[in-house]
């Protein structure tokens, strides 16, 4: 019984349709077989896999691939909850951006997928207390995905970043889990405090493109922002707020506004 129960505890439906999608994807398109098999089909697990996606993405003529594999390696060894991370986040992915139609996209192609978790494993860094290595690869994520995140904030599970280009995240940050947010949010500082300074996003929040949550302020469970919104005072659970600086406008709209993506403004 206990043998069997091992084997139940082996199977991993994620990773399983990820090597389904990508076999069929190396019959439908040969030339990416070098591709497909290195980055996915050579490895033996998710986590084996995302290692090798962080270090081949993060190398650069300062550090090898082959440390960074270590650095990966072994967080992911050391934190199993870095995987499961992971897979929230690509089933999220794969449930609120329309333009995903398998898993293995955004593990090979979506930057703010990868980006979400280089940053994972610095976090994993930054708490063993090597923050040089952490900074290195906030350093590198930014420059290789034009991702900014602190590797001190706290970040749930279940987190899209959509397109991803230009998002800011602070030291101080915290977002919960099942968030969804768009290209060029900043989660920053008002001024030049050295302590707590930086906004707290409840779960389920959904945060158009270009908005602003600026200060250690609290944006509550289940509440949109609207694209372009300057953000500088609490947001209410379950409430959309728009504007610069923003106001409430109405209600959420729906009772899960980060897993439904709307972000039309009804009167």
């Not at 997928?113 to 494993?121: D, G, I, M």
């Not at 923003?246 to 729906?254: K, L, P, S």
Request: aromatic share 6%.
């Amino acid at each position: 019984m206990a043998e069997k129960r091992a084997k139940i505890s082996a199977v991993d439906p994620v990773w399983t349709r990820i090597c389904d999608e990508a076999r069929k994807a190396v019959r439908d398109e040969p030339l990416l077989g070098g591709l497909i098999h290195s980055g996915l089909l050579h490895h033996a697990s998710f986590e084996r896999a995302l290692a090798y996606r962080f270090s081949l993405k993060l190398a650069s003529g300062e550090m090898s691939e082959q440390i960074l594999r270590e650095f990966a390696d072994e967080a992911y060894g050391d934190a199993p909850d870095l995987g499961q991370a992971a897979r929230a986040d690509l089933v999220a992915v794969h449930e609120r951006d329309p333009a995903c139609l398998r898993y293995l996209q955004p593990v090979l192609f979506f930057k703010g997928f990868q980006a979400l978790q280089a940053y994972r494993v610095a976090h994993w860094l930054w708490h063993q207390g090597r923050h040089d290595v952490a900074y290195f690869v906030q350093m590198r994520t930014s420059e290789a995905f034009g991702v900014d995140i602190h590797p001190a904030a706290r970040i749930g599970r279940g987190v899209m970043m959509d397109h991803a280009h230009s998002i800011v995240i602070g030291e101080t940050a915290v977002v919960g889990d099942n968030v969804s947010m768009l290209h060029s949010v900043t989660l920053g500082g008002t001024g030049k405090q050295e302590q707590d300074r930086h906004p707290k996003i409840g779960n389920g929040v959904l945060i158009g493109a270009g908005a602003k949550v600026l200060g250690n302020i609290r944006v509550g469970d289940n509440s949109r922002i609207a694209a372009g919104s300057v953000v500088l005072e609490d947001v209410p659970e379950c409430k959309t707020v728009a504007g610069v600086p923003a106001r409430i406008v109405g209600e959420a709209g729906c009772e899960h506004p980060a897993t439904e993506m709307d972000q039309l403004i009804r009167d």
